[in-house]
T-cell receptor
Framework: GNSVTQMEGPVTLSEEAFLTINCTYT??????LFWYVQYPGEGLQLLLK?????DKGSNKGFEATYRKETTSFHLEKGSVQVSDSAVYFC????????????FGAGTTVTVRA | DAGVIQSPRHEVTEMGQEVTLRCKPI?????LFWYRQTMMRGLELLIY????????DSGMPEDRFSAKMPNASFSTLKIQPSEPRDSAVYFC???????????FGPGTRLTVL
């Protein structure tokens, strides 16, 4: 079946620190990979995505590269801000399953000034 | 675009009562997903529809849960009778025919006393 494993949190950082959240997956078929972000009290928002191997998704200074050989999609940001404090979810979807999403457990990130 | 609209945003009810959650997907989207989020179980897909037809309801926890999509612009998730363990945040999401990006609503926070 399809599953996502992501780094457990919580993660606490200082402003301008480097952030990385590890995500690995197992999938039947060829998945598309996603990072969603959930700010306090809000729904999930798509942060970035990649649909094929070696694609790099990027948005708001965040990046993740689809690594088929290591079945990974790690999220990185070089210099975090307080406003990046949120819960981050790695997810995958496959065409054969109508792209219904399988989510990781979520990683809570807190950035302190 | 107004995005995915959910109502109510908060619902507090007593055990045994019927609860109805509502969702209006983004206009033109043909897939609709209902998720439940709890601390213990994370994000779980309950059911999804394509073109108003339920495709996979394997995530619906019990017969007390039912979902309908009478037309392309409206869906309901009903719990009857409700129980305290149903307390969670329920999200609705929709996607277009491309299917590989879901847009989430703000969620309904349900508390069953």
């Amino acid at each position: 079946g399809n599953s996502v494993t992501q780094m457990e949190g919580p993660v606490t950082l200082s402003e301008e620190a480097f952030l990385t959240i590890n995500c690995t997956y197992t999938a039947t078929g060829y998945p598309s990979l996603f990072w969603y972000v959930q700010y306090p009290g809000e729904g999930l928002q798509l942060l970035l995505k990649a649909t094929k191997a070696d694609d790099k998704g990027s948005n708001k200074g965040f990046e993740a590269t689809y690594r088929k050989e290591t079945t990974s999609f790690h999220l990185e940001k070089g210099s975090v801000q307080v406003s990046d404090s949120a819960v981050y979810f790695c997810a995958l979807g496959v065409l054969e399953d109508d792209y219904k999403l399988s989510f990781g457990a979520g990683t809570t990130v807190t950035v302190r000034a | 675009d107004a995005g995915v609209i959910q109502s109510p945003r908060h619902e507090v009810t007593e055990m045994g009562q019927e609860v109805t959650l509502r969702c209006k997907p983004i206009s033109g989207h043909n897939s609709l997903f209902w998720y439940r989020q709890t601390m213990m179980r994370g994000l779980e897909l309950l059911i999804y529809f394509n073109n108003n037809v339920p495709i996979d309801d394997s995530g619906m926890p019990e017969d007390r849960f039912s979902a309908k999509m009478p037309n392309a612009s409206f869906s309901t998730l009903k719990i009857q009778p409700s129980e305290p363990r149903d307390s969670a945040v329920y999200f609705c999401a929709s996607s277009s025919i491309k299917k590989n990006e879901q847009f989430f609503g703000p969620g309904t926070r349900l508390t069953v006393l």
